[in-house]
């Protein structure tokens, strides 16, 4: 289903795909140094999740820092043109046979 989305919408399944594996990761930091600032360290310690107010400000500040890497990622990326070219498919029969070597040396 992804790659179905990817090819008719290329940028926004990007954006989309940056934003979860950022979140993702930022996730599991966010937990260990919850835990570290917890119990000042991550020995012998149970691990713990926030609850209530804590996760709220959590995931909170997660989403705010994973949007914010990914308008900078996409800003960056726009600025450099390394966004992807997106043909649609209606049109791909009428590409040469090696337009996406050609258009992949054209850094395009």
Request: aromatic content about 8%; glycine content about 10%; hydrophobic content about 40%.
């Given at each position: 289903?992804?790659?179905?989305?990817?090819?008719?919408?290329?940028?926004?399944?990007?954006?989309?795909?940056?934003s979860?594996?950022?979140?993702?990761?930022f996730?599991?930091?966010?937990?260990?140094?919850?835990?570290?600032?917890?119990?000042?360290?991550?020995?012998?310690?149970?691990?713990?999740f926030?609850?209530?107010?804590?996760?709220?400000l959590?995931?909170?500040?997660?989403?705010?820092?994973?949007?914010?890497?990914?308008?900078?990622?996409?800003?960056?990326?726009?600025?450099?043109?390394?966004?992807?070219?997106?043909?649609?498919?209606?049109?791909?029969?009428?590409?040469?046979?090696?337009?996406?070597?050609?258009?992949q040396?054209?850094?395009?």
């Open positions: 289903p992804f790659r179905k989305f990817y090819s008719k919408s290329p940028i926004l399944a990007e954006i989309i795909l940056i979860t594996v950022t979140f993702i990761f996730s599991g930091e966010a937990l260990i140094h919850y835990n570290i600032g917890k119990g000042g360290g991550l020995g012998s310690e149970k691990f713990s926030p609850q209530g107010e804590e996760l709220a959590l995931l909170g500040t997660m989403i705010g820092f994973s949007a914010a890497s990914t308008i900078t990622i996409s800003l960056l990326k726009h600025c450099f043109g390394l966004h992807p070219v997106h043909i649609p498919s209606g049109l791909q029969h009428l590409l040469p046979e090696n337009a996406e070597e050609h258009l040396r054209q850094n395009v």
